[in-house]
């Protein structure tokens, strides 16, 4: 390139002469004759130079006067002492690359000729830079070529070692099935040397069956070109069989031909591990499914499963009826909160201590379980699963037995004062009858309306000690223990037993109707039934309110219907909401203040009439009052209609 540029500068007679090279946005001045020699390594931007202009434009520029032409910049040229050039663009490849120029301090230099000389001279110097491009270029291919042959034979020396040292079998196999290459793994587990397998079949290395499946599954990729991925058992030649994960793809080698690559993966003790799982997991489920607990599992807020015993529990038919709900949906609402640290414990502490918690039935029943909570692997992913223990039974049964302690207490207190009572009152009556007699005696000895006022004074004390003595024997009745003995009962004498102990309660709140027709005995327990009787006229009474007797009605009536004895508590008072009144019966269940009523639940009552056969039930509507229901068999060797006993007038 300078032994060209020095060329041009003689024939062209200039004083300098300069080769630029374009870099960018930018020109370098690489080589540079005469009075130009002090620009080489000059850089300028190629629009702010005539020379720029020429690589630009890839046009020859002819300068006859740089103080005449405007696309010169005055300033460099005086500068430099130059007044005439002849700029030629150098072309490389199809490309402008740069330009060489030649300068003369004169105006008017040079002519067509000088431009038409430094013209070849641009196109040998083109020619030059082209040659020279094109053999750095297939010297830096050809240096690439040996760089990449030497990093594709450390390639495959890597890969053969990372695959020899590999536990997966490895190997590829010609369109007709025979090897061309495995891995030593393979050759291991065949038993064999790794050359020797080349060129062998599937079809000779094991039993017909599973060579014929794998030869199925290579035409099938060759088919489609798809990879596939399969498993297969295929036996070791010492007999043991192992569980395959093949993966098998398309290779192709350096003729273009189709290879069948492939890689094997060992699964078999991944086999043996997933089928004891399943024995595990069946034989969980197997458990469960047997369990009389009803079982829940529940993951991320979600129900998954339930045991029969659960679908009982709650009364459903199947787990798709509760599909997509939350086990707390299942919870009364004022227990949610204590299964929610239930849950919650199972997974900060492990197993959690048994809370008692109230379920929803389907129904609308409310049944009380221990519910206890633990993290178990359910289908093979983490899952809480939930432990509820019917318990409302044994709560019931504990009130029962409360109630009947407590029963016990109030009939010894009950004997207590029939013996301290009883004893006195005789002799008060004794006596009272006595002076009865006397007065008789008194007749004309008094005045008419002093007399009347004694006799008046001793009546209304009789009837006062008769009061007691009927307020003893009803007490006694209500709290006699007779377990689960039955026998003939006067449903009229336990209603007037039960009324006589209510008596003063309903008598500021409420007026009493007795509605009583003739009704056989009914076989039952006199003293529960008396309990009965006794709780539901005591809600009758706190139903309506107080002070007001003359706009409030408690009306009891006895009837026989269809074989069975009725007994009816009806009230005026402020009624039942139906979102209560299907509850009213559950256990523990009260809309009463703490402190008030008896003790003994509806639900108990409920029990003691079921007990006797009966049953119980309940009509009411919001602010006009309340119906309660009680219905016994009649035996059919019932003695008959009972004769009246005495009772206090209502």
């Known amino acids: 390139m300078s032994l060209i540029a020095e060329r041009a500068m003689r024939l062209c007679g200039a004083s300098g002469t300069a080769v630029a090279l374009a870099e960018g946005d930018e020109l370098v001045y690489q080589v540079t004759h005469g009075n130009s020699m002090a620009h080489r390594g000059f850089r300028l931007k190629l629009a702010q130079s005539i020379t720029g202009m020429s690589i630009l434009r890839g046009e020859v520029l002819h300068t006859r006067d740089t103080e005449e032409d405007p696309r010169v910049n005055v300033a460099a040229t005086r500068a430099t002492g130059i007044r005439s050039m002849i700029i030629v663009p150098l072309h490389r490849i199809g490309s402008t690359v740069g330009a060489i120029n030649v300068s003369y301090p004169e105006p008017n230099a040079y002519d067509d000729l000088d431009v038409r000389t430094l013209e070849m001279m641009g196109r040998l ?14 010297q830096a291919l050809v240096d690439k070529l040996a760089a990449t042959l030497a990093a594709l034979q450390q390639s495959q020396e890597l890969f053969h070692s990372f695959m020899n040292h590999s536990p997966v079998l490895a190997y590829m196999k010609d369109e007709e099935g025979r090897q061309t290459w495995v891995n030593e793994s393979f050759a291991r587990f065949l038993q064999r040397d790794a050359e020797s397998l080349r060129g062998v079949k599937d ?120 599909s997509g709900r939350s086990l707390l949906e299942l919870i009364h609402p004022d227990d949610r909160g204590a299964a929610a640290n239930v849950l919650e414990g199972s997974l900060e502490r492990g197993p959690a201590t048994m809370r008692e918690v109230r379920f929803l039935r389907a129904g609308g029943q409310v049944m009380t379980a221990e519910l206890s909570a633990m993290r178990l692997l359910f289908d093979g992913e983490p899952a809480t699963v939930v432990s509820a223990r019917n318990v409302t039974e044994r709560k019931q049964m504990q009130a029962r037995l409360l109630l009947a302690d407590r029963l016990a207490s109030v009939g010894t207190l009950a004997a207590g004062v029939a013996h301290e009572i009883n004893n006195p009152l005789a002799f008060v009556l004794s006596n009272l009858g006595f002076l009865e007699e006397e007065c008789q005696l008194l007749k004309d000895l008094l005045p008419e309306d002093r007399l009347r006022e004694l006799e008046d004074v001793l009546r209304e004390t009789k009837q006062g000690a008769e009061r007691v003595r009927h307020i003893v024997r009803d007490l006694r009745t209500l709290s006699r ?80 219907i269809s074989g069975r004895v009725v007994i009816e508590v009806r009230d005026t008072g402020c009624g039942i909401a139906p979102e209560v009144r299907d509850r009213i019966f559950d256990p523990f269940f009260t809309t009463k203040p703490v ?49 009246p006993k005495d009772a206090m007038p209502a």
């Open 125 to 138: 110097l083109g020619a030059a830079l082209s040659n020279a491009a094109e053999f750095e270029a297939k």
């Open 203 to 322: 079809s000779e290395l094991m039993p017909a069956l599973a060579a014929a499946r794998l030869r199925r599954e290579d035409q099938a990729l060759l088919a489609t070109g798809q990879p596939l991925q399969s498993e297969q058992v295929v036996p070791a030649p010492d007999g043991t069989v192992h569980h395959w994960l093949n993966h098998k793809f398309i290779l192709r080698d350096a003729n273009g031909r189709r290879l069948i690559g492939a890689v094997s993966i060992d699964i078999t003790a991944r086999k043996h591990t997933e089928k004891a799982l399943r024995r595990s997991e069946e034989s969980f489920r197997a458990l469960i499914e047997g369990m009389p607990e009803a079982i829940f599992a529940h993951r991320e807020g979600n129900l998954l499963y339930i045991n029969p015993a659960g679908l009982a529990f709650l009364d459903q038919r199947s787990v798709e009826e509760l």
């Open 481 to 560: 223990d007779e377990g689960e003995q039955l026998s003939d009962v006067d449903v009229r004498a336990v209603i007037e037993s039960s009324l006589g102990l209510v008596r003063n309660e309903l008598r500021h709140r409420a007026r009493l109707v007795k509605d009583f027709e003739p009704v056989p005995l009914v076989r039952a327990s006199e003293g529960r039934l008396g309990q009965v009787l006794l709780n539901l006229l005591i809600n009758a009474a706190q139903a309506v309110p107080d002070g007001l007797p003359g706009e409030n009605e408690v009306r009891v009536r006895l009837r026989a």
């Open 595 to 643: 402190g008030t009523g008896t003790g003994l639940g509806l639900s108990i009552c409920h029990g003691i009439v079921t007990a006797m056969g009966g049953d119980i039930s309940v009509e009411s509507e919001v602010g006009r009052g309340s119906t309660f229901r009680i219905t016994l068999p009649i035996p059919r060797a019932s003695s008959g209609t009972p004769e």
